[in-house]
């Protein structure tokens, strides 16, 4: 009778409970095709908000962005100072006030100068500035913007990924996966609904992402012609 599985009860075995029990089933699977299926629900995916910190090239960017394959609008901090993005295509819109623009924020929230000019930063502040795609910024920016080139640089582990054990994360049930033991990155994907992810660590102590709102729309629209200049071909830069 002990080995007997009970249908429709979720119990199996000697009466213990199956910990797959209304989930998605990925908690089932070795920890390389749930990585391959995590991918895949997030590319496919109409919307995501992404929250938290990144840090390349020695930066820390805390980002609060929303995105959908044909654009994206957020928030970035850099060093203290935060400025919107705002993509629509290959339009990309940066806001930010005059201090921003006036300090070394200005073109590489940005930049190794010296600070921008007062004149300039005062037209520029509180607008929508088009970000050239000529200028050194736009590739910087754009990943931010873009949800398929920021997915695609952040959902990566480093060495050997195996499962990490089951968790929660803000309510929602969670497998996770690991690379090298955590210290390549670790992620953690839903067992609810599809396998989203739903929280990354990022190797190297590089930052702390959480997935929220996946397939949930959200609008999209280029600021009014009175909120909008173009800088022309570059970013001031001193």
């Known amino acids: 009778m002990c080995a007997l599985a009970v249908a429709g009860t979720g119990l199996t075995g000697c009466g213990g409970e199956d910990p797959d029990a209304g989930t998605n089933g990925v908690g089932k699977l070795p920890a390389?095709?749930?990585?391959?299926?995590?991918?895949?629900?997030?590319?496919?995916?109409?919307?995501?908000?992404?929250?938290?910190?990144?840090?390349?090239?020695?930066?820390t960017y805390k980002l609060d962005m929303q995105l959908k394959p044909d654009g994206g609008t957020g928030s970035v901090t850099a060093e203290g100072r935060t400025f919107r993005l705002l993509r629509i295509g290959e339009k990309l819109f940066l806001k930010a006030d005059a201090e921003f623009w006036s300090s070394d924020s200005a073109g590489g929230?940005?930049?190794?100068?010296?600070?921008?000019?007062?004149?300039?930063?005062?037209?520029?502040?509180?607008?929508?500035?088009?970000?050239?795609?000529?200028?050194?910024?736009?590739?910087k920016f754009i990943g931010f913007a873009d949800k398929d080139l920021l997915l695609d640089g952040l959902l990566t582990l480093h060495g050997t990924v195996e499962t990490d054990g089951r968790h929660e994360q803000g309510g929602v049930r969670t497998i996770r996966i690991s690379g090298d033991k955590g210290s390549g990155?670790?992620?953690?994907?839903?067992?609810?609904?599809?396998?989203?992810?739903?929280?990354?660590?990022?190797?190297?102590?590089?930052?702390?992402?959480?997935?929220?709102?996946?397939?949930?729309?959200?609008?999209?629209?280029?600021?009014?012609?009175?909120e909008t200049l173009d800088y022309g071909k570059q970013l001031p830069t001193s």
Request: aromatic letters at 6%; charged letters at 25%; glycine letters at 14%.
């Open 32 to 59: 390389e095709k749930i990585q391959a299926r995590t991918r895949t629900a997030a590319e496919s995916a109409s919307a995501v908000r992404l929250a938290g910190t990144v840090v390349t090239s020695g930066r």
């Open 109 to 139: 929230a940005g930049g190794d100068s010296g600070g921008g000019d007062a004149a300039a930063a005062e037209k520029l502040g509180g607008k929508y500035v088009t970000v050239p795609q000529a200028d050194p910024q736009y590739k």
């Open 185 to 226: 990155g670790s992620l953690d994907v839903s067992l609810e609904g599809k396998p989203y992810p739903v929280r990354l660590v990022r190797a190297g102590e590089a930052g702390t992402i959480l997935f929220s709102d996946w397939g949930k729309d959200f609008p999209l629209q280029e600021p009014p012609k009175d």
